[in-house]
C-alpha cells in the first residue's frame, strides 16, 4: 500500500505541472523543448511556492512544486519505498532544486544531504533559500554541497544564475556517464586481447634472461691469462 501511495503521489504531483499526457505517458508539455530544465521546488509556505513557481516558470523552466523536504524524496524515490519510477522520471529528469531551509519535519539542510548522499541525484545541483541571513548555515549549506544560498524573496536576477547551476550539472553527469563507458570499453579490450601476445612478451622477456651476459664473454686480463698466451 505504501509502495502504491508514493507511485500514486509522483504521479499527481506531475500531473499539478501539465507534465503527464492523457494516456499516462510522461510528455515534456505544451511548446516546450526537449531541453527544457526542469526544477524541483520545495518551500512549505504556499505564497513563497507560488512566487517561485511564477519566476522559474517565466524563465522557461518545467517546475514540480512540493511542500516539504519529505515529499520530495518520495517524488526522486529516495524515501525507501521500492517503486517501478523510483530514481525521478526517465522522462522528467530534474535538473536543480531548490529547497526553503527552515520547514517543519526535515530541514533544506537535511534534505541537502540526503540527496547528496544518493548515488543517483549526488550531481545534481541544489540550491537553498531562506528568509534569515545566518551565517553558520549558510556555511553549512555551502559546505555540504549546495552551489548556492538565496536570500528570500527570490528575485528575477536570482533565477537568471540558475541556469549556469543546471548545465554544470548535467555536464558533470555526462563526464561520469563517460567515464564509466571509457573503463567498460577497456574492460573489454582486455578481454578481448588474444593470449599469445600476452605469452610471446613473456618467452621474449624468458629468452633475454638467459641470454648469455657481456661480462662472461670479455676477454681474461689477469697476469696468469697472460703467461698462459706468450707459451
Known amino acids: 500500500m505504501a509502495a502504491a501511495g508514493t507511485e500514486s503521489l509522483r504521479w499527481n504531483l506531475a500531473e499539478e505541472v501539465g507534465v503527464s499526457g492523457c494516456n499516462g505517458n510522461l510528455v515534456n508539455g505544451p511548446g516546450s523543448g526537449s531541453e527544457e530544465f526542469h526544477v524541483l521546488a520545495v518551500d512549505d509556505s504556499v505564497v513563497d511556492r507560488k512566487l517561485i513557481e511564477r519566476l522559474?516558470?517565466?524563465?522557461?523552466?518545467?517546475?514540480?512544486?512540493?511542500?516539504?523536504?519529505?515529499?520530495?524524496?518520495?517524488?526522486?524515490g529516495l524515501d525507501g519505498e521500492k517503486s517501478t519510477s523510483a530514481v525521478g522520471f526517465n522522462d522528467l529528469k530534474v535538473n536543480l532544486i531548490m529547497t526553503d531551509y527552515s520547514m517543519p519535519g526535515m530541514t533544506g539542510y537535511e534534505l541537502l544531504k540526503k540527496i547528496?548522499?544518493?548515488?543517483?541525484?549526488?550531481?545534481?545541483?541544489?540550491?537553498?533559500?531562506s528568509s534569515e541571513n545566518v551565517l553558520t548555515r549558510i556555511h553549512s549549506c555551502l559546505e555540504e554541497g549546495a552551489e548556492d544560498f538565496l536570500m528570500k524573496p527570490v528575485k528575477k536576477s536570482d533565477v537568471t544564475k540558475l541556469k549556469d547551476f543546471m548545465v554544470k550539472g548535467d555536464q558533470a553527469e555526462k563526464g561520469k556517464r563517460s567515464s564509466i563507458k571509457r573503463k567498460m570499453d577497456d574492460d573489454i579490450l582486455k578481454m578481448m586481447m588474444p593470449p599469445t601476445i600476452a605469452s610471446s612478451d613473456d618467452d621474449q622477456s624468458s629468452s633475454a634472461s638467459h641470454s648469455?651476459?657481456?661480462?662472461?664473454?670479455?676477454?681474461?686480463?689477469?697476469?696468469?691469462?697472460?703467461?698462459?698466451?706468450l707459451q
Open 116 to 129: 547528496k548522499e544518493s548515488k543517483a541525484f549526488k550531481e545534481i545541483p541544489v540550491v537553498i533559500m
Open 212 to 229: 648469455p651476459s657481456s661480462s662472461s664473454s670479455s676477454p681474461c686480463t689477469s697476469p696468469s691469462c697472460k703467461r698462459t698466451r
Open 56 to 76: 522559474l516558470k517565466s524563465s522557461s523552466f518545467k517546475v514540480t512544486a512540493v511542500d516539504s523536504g519529505t515529499r520530495a524524496l518520495q517524488y526522486l
